[in-house]
């Protein structure tokens, strides 16, 4: 069976030479590096001065639910810090998967030109996805080094964090590029943004503990991938342990996983019209 008669829905078969389009991208990039940073990073730090230093000083403190069921006071600035950290690595990572990829793919043309090369869609798609977890991380990195300098958190277990918000970019990234493969225009972003990501931020325990939540909202969030994310990510800031953090891990890289199969497929679909 040839590559134009194969299934959408074939397994992934990436070659190395996916590493040529990110390194494309990063090319491109260098050009606008600066202003990038300072637009990724400026919102996020926003909110967190406006309401980590502003609404932390009336709100005190939350408490936090520990593993044996004991809650453990916490300064809401570090509580926020813990959590939107994890959401501008989502936002990063989304906004590079969706309007970026979208220019390349079907406004400038960029992935039919490198179609002319030796390069497969399948390298195509994996290396937008990477790229995006990149900028995911990139911005992480730079958060995390103002949240340092601001004396938020200086637990020696936010190395593994770093870690945990590169899987989150990457997470968001496949699932991302799955309304990249259905869009017609830039307009579709706003159901994404606005169906998804938008209550996902306030059900995940982002801005305050989840216990707040209905039962039956508790019981969707749990389930979300920004939920794990601020599961792992936040007792790291605390210096402590993450409780079943092999479970959030899997369930992170299963939505990582099976977002990017679905994502290639749809791409393929679309590329074969």
Known sequence: ????????????????????????????????????????????????????????????????????????????????????????????????????????????????????????????????????????????????????ALGISHSPKLALAWLVLGLTGVTFASLALIFNALAKGYDFFTYYFTLWLTPMMFVSGVFFPREQLPGWVQTIGEVLPLTHAVHLVRPLFLDRWPDQAALHLAALAGYALVGFWVALALTRRRFAR
């Open 1 to 148: 069976m040839t590559a134009h008669h194969r299934s959408p829905w074939t397994l992934p078969q990436p070659t190395r030479r996916w590493v040529a389009v990110w390194l494309r991208n990063l090319l491109v990039w260098r050009k606008l590096a600066v202003p990038s940073l300072v637009g990724n990073i400026a919102e996020p730090l926003i909110w967190l001065v406006a309401f980590g230093y502003g609404m932390g000083a009336l709100v005190g403190s939350v408490g936090v639910t520990l593993p044996d069921g004991a809650t453990q006071p916490v300064p809401y600035l570090v509580f926020l810090a813990s959590g939107s950290i994890c959401m501008s690595a989502m936002n990063a990572a989304t906004f590079e998967a969706l309007y970026s990829a979208f220019s390349r793919m079907h406004v400038q043309k960029t992935w039919d030109g490198i179609l002319n090369a030796p390069v497969t869609l399948d390298d195509i798609v994996l290396a937008e996805m990477l790229w995006a977890a990149f900028k995911a991380l990139f911005t992480a990195t730079a958060i995390l080094g103002m949240m340092l």
